[in-house]
């Protein structure tokens, strides 16, 4: 970089400004809940997060939670407990606030590539570097990652992600002991940023492609990488390498028991690559119809039409960055770029349901960003010197302007479509009627609000959409034996276990409804199974016990019952069939011990229990059922 076009300290406003921008674009994102099942399960009904004391910290570092292993997301997250409770908007806050300082990294990023990259000085400089920071920050595919809870992880890894490459950009330039620190300090941040979003694996290879350009450190021709003169760069990149893989490694690791992961087809990895790759391309230029979910077909076929189109674009756009690569690099190396970063999640193995997301693009999209910067930086440059510069300035910055301001109206919207769980599942329908995981995930939320037959309409039009998938089915079966629909709710039970035929939860819910149904010996049938693959399951035991209950094996049943409840069964269900049964027994004394227990735990099974106390003792199925 030329010394005239070194960062001064002038550019502090800058940076302010886009921390402050940020900070109002995502202001409706203050009111959002915690959303969806994922937000439930991490911390609406998770204690084990909620502080930084000894038992937090051991949790948060050995914990693979929804199949993510992100200690240092945990820790953010433990002190938003400490600060907020369990109130979201000290955590949306927290979110927010994370995402403009990475903004702000980034327009520092943004000035040394751009000053290397191109010739822009001074103020047009500064200008390109703003625009490019105000274009990744504030643009709608960042809601997503922003507005919701549990991707803390992408703006976490993303402030430690562009301090990363910040201070290695800047030992580039340095010598001596200075470079060794920033080196040093460099692989620190890579390392929290992996703790935060095994994602960002790829780094080491993002480094390489930056020392090829703009840094121009490392030769273009491979033939040359091994010469004397540059094979300290292979050197400084071991650290950073070593911890790329070992968080690649342990990605795989934590994937690999989980039944929701699996590895696809060659041509539907390819389809899903290219899909995604395109995706990301159009939608940074494009950003409508944008949703939570883009739901992964049965198949990927690759001569379906949007899948082929997606491989003609890919395939094209790859030809056309080759073909003019010496003229223009920086074509080459974005492209290049953002295939890296969408790598570990647009490949062969499959995790869960998505063909890609919106979140994908949190780092995927910077390079995007960075050629908005230059081409406004080049046009404010070029307007300088027309006969005509300041009024050609003037509609150049206008015509930005409305054009990040138009982006940042529609991130202002976006953002609030992550408000409730059925504002959001209700948008994804609305933008596809056919996905059917969409329509799974709203009727799971509506269950929870009692409109059982509501939540049924909408998984019995999962279940035609995609019989294929089993968690339709599963949570047709609980809606129906909500509903009392007992006959309906085993069947659906029953499909859910020919395409898992080792669900335990799918055989515990079969079983209960089983028992309700005066099938006991059957439950216990299907229960046999569960209780050898899940013997540490509470509530395997506690239907269990209910079955045994109604066939009069009391004995059996209170064993049943007492190991379901030395498993930490979190409900009343186990201590009330467990009373009734010593009732069953004439052990009423026993019996009014688990509903002193009751009283607190559960009250409204202690209300049931308590109007047979001390009458005469209950038999039947209905006394371990309710």
Excluded at 216 to 237: A, F, H, N, Q
Excluded at 254 to 263: E, K, L
Aim: aromatic residues 10%.
């Amino acid at each position: 970089m030329d010394s005239r076009c070194r960062i001064r300290p002038t550019s502090a406003v800058l940076f302010l400004a886009v921390l402050l921008l940020t900070v109002v674009t995502f202001a409706p994102a203050l009111r959002n809940q915690f959303v969806g099942l994922d937000d439930g399960t991490a911390f609406v009904g998770n204690v084990a997060y909620r502080g930084l004391g000894w038992p937090q910290l051991r949790w948060m570092f050995t914990t693979a939670l929804l199949e993510n292993y992100v200690p240092v997301a945990w820790l953010s997250l433990g002190l938003d407990y400490r600060l907020w409770g369990m109130d979201p908007a000290g955590y949306h806050l927290t979110s927010v606030l994370l995402h403009a300082v990475g903004a702000g990294l980034f327009y520092l990023v943004a000035l040394h590539l751009l000053g290397r990259a191109t010739r822009l000085c001074g103020g047009a400089l500064r200008l390109a570097a703003f625009a490019a920071a105000l274009f990744f920050a504030l643009h709608p595919l960042r809601a997503e990652s922003v507005a919701w809870v549990s991707e803390r992880r992408d703006v976490l890894a993303g402030v430690f992600f562009f301090t990363t490459v910040l201070l290695y950009c800047r030992a580039a330039d340095a010598a001596g002991a200075r470079r060794r620190r920033l080196l040093v300090v460099s692989v620190c941040a890579y390392l929290l940023a992996l703790g935060s979003k095994p994602m960002v694996m790829t780094v080491p290879a993002v480094l390489v492609l930056l020392d090829l350009y703009p840094l121009r450190r490392l030769p273009v021709d491979p033939r040359r990488w091994l010469d004397p003169g540059v094979r300290w760069l292979w050197i400084e990149k071991l650290p950073y390498a070593v911890l790329g893989l070992a968080g690649g490694l342990t990605s795989y690791l934590v994937h690999a028991g989980d039944a929701a992961v699996g590895t696809l087809p060659a041509s539907s990895a390819i389809a899903k690559a290219c899909y995604s790759l395109w995706f990301h391309t159009y939608k940074t230029f494009l950003p409508l119809g944008l949703s939570p979910m883009y739901e992964l077909p049965a198949r990927a076929n690759l001569l379906e039409p949007r899948f082929l189109a997606a491989t003609l674009a890919v395939v094209g756009l790859t030809g056309l960055a080759l073909r003019f690569a010496a003229a223009w690099p920086a074509g080459l190396v974005v492209w290049a770029y953002q295939a890296l970063v969408l790598a570990p999640v647009s490949g062969g193995v499959q995790a869960g349901y998505q063909i890609t997301a919106d979140r994908f693009s949190y780092l995927a999209g910077l390079g995007w960003a960075l050629l908005v910067g230059a081409a406004a930086g080049t046009l404010w440059r070029a307007a300088r010197s027309a006969s005509r510069g300041r009024l050609l300035r003037a509609i150049g910055v206008g015509v930005v302007g409305l054009w990040i301001g138009a982006l940042a109206v529609q991130t202002w919207h976006q953002a609030q479509i992550w408000r409730t769980t059925d504002t959001l599942w209700q948008r994804a329908i609305a933008i596809d009627p056919a996905c059917a995981i969409c329509r799974s995930h709203l009727a799971a939320s509506l269950m929870q609000r009692g409109q059982t037959e509501a939540a049924i309409e909408q998984l019995a039009r999962a279940a035609t959409l995609r019989p294929d998938r089993y968690m339709a089915w599963g949570r047709l079966g609980q809606a129906y034996d909500q509903a009392g629909r007992w006959p309906e709710a085993i069947a659906a039970y029953r499909r859910e276990l020919s395409l898992r035929p080792r669900a335990v939860d799918a055989r515990i819910g079969l079983g209960g409804v089983l028992v309700k149904s005066g099938r006991p010996a059957e439950a216990l049938d299907e229960l046999r199974p569960a209780l050898a693959d899940a013997p540490n399951q509470p509530a395997v035991h506690t239907v269990t016990g209910q079955a045994l209950a109604v066939l009069g094996r009391s004995p059996d049943a209170v064993a049943h019952f007492q190991r379901a409840i030395a498993l930490g069964a979190r409900d009343g269900a186990a201590r009330l069939g467990l009373a009734w049964t010593y009732l069953q027994l004439g052990e009423r004394g026993l019996a009014r011990e688990q509903y002193d227990v009751l009283v607190t735990l559960d009250p409204p099974r202690a209300a049931a229990l308590r109007t047979v106390l001390d009458g005469p003792a209950p038999a039947g199925q209905r006394t371990v059922t309710r």
